[in-house]
């Protein structure tokens, strides 16, 4: 969207436009483009549609069984990447859903 000094910015829809979303302005994240592509590196469902908030905190949950002050094995190589450059390096799946909840919902 928007190229200049720094890293280029991008519209992120909250709900997915493939999933009923709009344009409207409480539908949008205004996202750093490589954070918008961990994002949906990390929450894609199995059949390639991108997740709603929703799921995304319910996958959260899921890759924090049981313990949601550590991420345990859970989470494959390329997702741990992806999750570091989301919620921050080793944020906690609590930690996580609270940032999904304010800001990504
Ligand atoms: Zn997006």
Do not use: C
Not at 21 to 46: M, Y
Not at 54 to 59: F, H
């Amino acid at each position: 969207m928007t190229k200049g000094r720094g890293e280029q910015l991008t519209r992120h829809h909250k709900i997915p436009k493939s999933r009923g979303g709009g344009d409207e302005p409480s539908n949008i994240k205004i996202v750093k483009a490589r954070i918008h592509r961990a994002w949906h590196t990390l929450f894609q469902n199995s059949d390639k549609t991108n997740m709603t908030p929703i799921e995304a905190l319910e996958q959260v949950k899921e890759w924090a069984v049981p313990d949601l002050s550590s991420l345990g094995v859970y989470l494959p190589t390329k997702k741990r990447h992806a999750w570091n450059l989301v919620f921050g390096e080793n944020t906690t799946p609590a930690k996580a859903i609270k940032i999904i909840t304010k800001e990504w919902s």
